[in-house]
């Protein structure tokens, strides 16, 4: 059997991208601003960085040759997918793009720490607008890394 593992990457890369279309017609859906809203935006927020996680930790798993263990991992992960392989793989994202999922790796870990009605709109808000940007911020560059394969 001829396992190709760079079909699977892309197979599995381009679910989580629809996944991603998901959230951000879920996201679409909240519009207002009560304890309910903010924990449904909360939540989608949330399972938009898994979503980024999950491609993450394919490509370190399948390509890099794994994940680094740890405290800390999650960011370390983050800035991996920033740094260019040799002989391996380019660049997945970029340090900009790396920058602004970070602020989503915060939120992701403050929001399964505290309780919904402790979400602060202000931060919630600020990375709500941001939210279709970073979108396609990161479908385009995920898309140009899987034509590098």
Known sequence: MNRNPKKGITSF?????????????????????????????????????????RIFELIAREIDGGITAGEQWHKKLLYQMTIKINNTRPPVISKKLAAELDEYLAFRHLFRNIYGFELESERLDRLVEKFSGVISLFSKEINAFLKKL
């Open 13 to 53: 890369v381009i679910e989580e991208l629809n996944n991603i279309k998901k959230l951000r017609s879920e996201l679409s859906e909240c519009d207002g601003n009560s304890y309910s809203l903010r924990r449904a935006k909360g939540s989608i927020l949330h399972d938009f960085y898994n979503v980024c996680e």
